[in-house]
């Protein structure tokens, strides 16, 4: 259904599967999925969020012992809420603030570890970002977060926050090359440490509804770096 800033979808379906020679039972999955769209300040503030769930399989051979559950199989649900903040202070300065939160949870009634508790997997990537389109020259300050959850240990926890400058020029209208710095500071398994960052990045706009954006930058564990067609 869909309102005035508000878009809501759902999904239900069926997966089917079934072996060559019979050699395990066919059977049927359902899976489902909701998702919203809403902007409660036009032009400001966003929110994004959906849930999903499926049955999946442990071990795709393991035994499917018929009209009673099964320790090799699971439920799979996912949900995801991204709040975000996109204004245009003027046709060529842009300011955004998101903050991508979501959950895998595996639940299962004869789990093989851990028998009815659900094993989470929480994410948090952050993002606050000024930018000055290059006409010709341009500039950027990022804030950047990344943290992961692993179940309620914390051998599997890590965490990232860098900072960023850079500056673009556009040598056409389409085409922009730049230079990026920063530091970053990451923490994981007992290790906490601070590193620089230098970077090179593009942008390119081959025609009014397509852009490609890429950046490689130097991180203590090597290169790393994005690419993004849209």
Avoid: C
Avoid at 96 to 102: G, K, N, T
Avoid at 124 to 129: A, E, G, P, Q
Avoid at 186 to 195: A, L
């Amino acid at each position: 259904s869909r309102g005035a800033g508000l878009a809501v979808n759902g999904t239900i379906g069926l997966d089917a599967y079934d072996y060559a020679r019979d050699t395990r039972a066919a059977g049927v999955r359902p899976r489902g999925s909701l998702t919203l769209t809403s902007t409660p300040i036009e032009h400001w503030l966003h929110i994004d969020a959906s849930a999903a769930a499926d049955r999946q399989t442990q071990d795709p051979f393991g035994a499917r012992p018929a009209g009673a559950a099964s320790p090799n199989e699971f439920t799979q649900m996912r949900y995801h809420l991204t709040p975000y903040i996109q204004h245009a202070f003027t046709p060529d300065l842009n300011f955004l603030a998101r903050d991508d939160y979501s959950i895998s949870r595996q639940v299962s009634q004869l789990a093989v570890v851990d028998p009815n508790q659900p094993r989470d997997t929480r994410a948090n990537d952050i993002v606050v970002r000024l930018e000055q389109r290059p006409i010709p020259f341009g500039w950027g300050l990022e804030a950047t977060q990344q943290r992961s959850r692993l179940g309620d240990s914390d051998a599997g926890n890590f965490d990232q926050t860098a900072y960023r400058a850079y500056a673009l020029y556009a040598l056409t209208p389409q085409l922009s090359l730049g230079a990026s710095v920063g530091t970053e500071r990451s923490e994981f398994q007992m290790t906490d440490r601070r590193d620089s960052i230098r970077g090179v990045r593009m942008e390119w706009h081959p025609s009014e509804r397509s852009t490609v954006l890429g950046n490689l930058e130097s991180h203590f564990y090597g290169l790393g770096g994005t690419f993004k067609l849209s």
